[in-house]
């Protein structure tokens, strides 16, 4: 696939470097040649300085013919301008990231096409509904869901209290068909787990369930459930007032923003929050604003070390729920070794959707995990694929993929190796970035 993406910025160049690992044909532009650089020799792709809104620029790019267009600039003007140029000048898809979730309404999809733009990510808004799913459950990590929350996804650190500890897979304990666990994180390494593998203390571990038995999960995992009813956050980043906007209004939320100048702004985006121009680095500005009382604690502001230390310091006041927004990938498994709760990533959320633009139709949703270098990936199937051909045990499925789940006729359910899956149904599964590819050949005739 020949893919053109304008705009090396977090975005952009977090796809770029997923799909250089796919061995894609890839053009990557942006008017900073310095943000060019170490994408140039560190990936298999090529560099353009230029214009993203230029057709000069466009062409010499060699946008004409191009089967995915992506245009992730920092602003949403150009990403759209840049995005029906494309389209005019012969692309076959296009993508542009926007910051106004008024766009992603439906009856505005078909006007956006008439434009030239075919799909629109919001990044920002993305990141907001996994915070707003996650203030729901606090003792969970990550939190996904397919079709309907037929089956679900989630993620948690299991500690030295949980029943699920140390248990061989080959013995059966985990055979109750109630949930799957399809990965592990240890030690910065991730296990798509089999045979005698072993969950252990401090690992992070996704399981896949219904949702009736996401509490047996808790259970088994010695967590416990808890209510989210008042929150502090610091940062009135976009994220910030997206998540406002989806929280329940019973939740009592405190926003702590530093420019006097952004919280006029915010006083006028936000009306069911508490705003307050302060420093969440003072430590009694944080007493005072009651923090030893509220049930969490979200770091949302633009910069990834002072969100990170935010919330070490609210886990010292006894905060269960702490949340730190981490934009720079390499930070995640630092933040996850000092243990200071839930990282986002928009760039990662961002990433998912524009990878799954890349891959064939009967592929629905693409998933790339915070915790791990694994995937989810939704394939739905048709008659006479591979996948049919036999039971879930016999398919010689390639190295590091594991089937979790099915969706036949609205019902989830968990697989067991003597499962058989049949056309029409939805199959959820866990793989390395690498295996993609590989697993997908199962869903073709």
Not at 93 to 114: C, G, P, Q
Not at 315 to 320: L, V
Not at 326 to 346: F, H, P, Q
Not at 412 to 441: E, N, W, Y
């Amino acid at each position: 696939m020949k893919i053109l993406i304008v705009g090396a910025g977090e975005v952009g160049h977090h796809a770029a470097k997923m799909l250089a690992n796919e061995n894609q044909d890839i053009v990557i532009m942006d008017s900073d040649e310095e943000r060019l650089k170490d994408l140039s020799t560190s990936y298999d792709l090529l560099t353009k300085v230029g214009s993203p809104t230029s057709i000069n620029d466009l062409k010499e790019a060699g946008v004409n013919g191009v089967d995915l267009f992506i245009a992730v600039t920092p602003h949403e003007s150009v990403n759209m301008t840049a995005c029906m140029l494309a389209t005019n000048l012969g692309a076959k898809k296009t993508v542009s990231r926007i910051d106004n979730k008024e766009y992603l309404e439906t009856e505005n999809a078909e006007f956006f096409k008439k434009m030239g733009v075919d799909s629109l990510i919001y990044p920002e808004m993305l990141a907001a509904k996994e915070i707003a799913n996650l203030l729901k459950r606090g003792w969970l990590r990550e939190y996904r869901s397919f079709c309907d929350e037929a089956l679900i996804v989630v993620c948690l650190k299991v500690r030295d209290n949980a029943q699920l500890l140390n248990k061989a897979f080959s013995t059966g304990f985990f055979d109750h068909h109630r949930y799957r666990v399809v990965a592990i994180k240890r030690n910065n390494h991730t296990i798509i787990p089999c045979g005698a593998d072993k969950i252990l203390a401090n690992d992070i571990v996704y399981f896949i369930c219904t949702p009736d038995n996401l509490e047996y999960v808790r259970e088994q995992a010695g967590k416990t459930a808890f209510d989210i009813n008042s929150l502090i956050i610091m940062g009135g980043s976009r994220i910030a007032i997206n998540t406002i906007n989806l929280l329940s209004k019973n939740i009592r939320v405190k926003v702590i923003e530093q420019d006097r100048n952004r919280c006029f702004t915010l006083a006028e985006k936000i009306r069911n929050a508490l705003l307050i121009n302060g420093d969440c680095r003072n430590v009694e500005l944080l007493r005072e604003e009651g923090i030893e009382d509220a049930d969490a604690f979200l770091a949302l502001t633009g910069d990834s070390e002072s969100n990170v230390l935010a919330c070490l310091a609210a886990k010292q006041f006894g905060i269960r729920k702490t949340i730190a927004e981490v934009e720079n990938i390499d930070y995640i498994d630092l933040a996850e070794n000092l243990d200071i709760g839930t990282v986002i990533n928009k760039k990662l959320i961002a990433a998912s959707h524009i990878y799954q633009l890349t891959l064939d139709d009967d592929v629905l949703n693409v998933t790339c995990l915070t915790y791990s270098d694994a995937e989810v990936v939704e394939f739905v199937v048709k008659p006479g694929d591979k996948i049919t051909r036999g039971s879930v045990k016999d398919l010689r499925l390639p190295e590091n993929v594991n089937i979790g789940g099915i969706i036949r006729n609205g019902q989830g359910m968990v697989v067991s190796g003597s499962t058989i899956i049949l056309p029409g149904d939805h199959v959820v599964i866990f793989c390395m970035a690498t295996s993609i590819r590989k697993i997908a050949k199962f869903f073709n005739n």
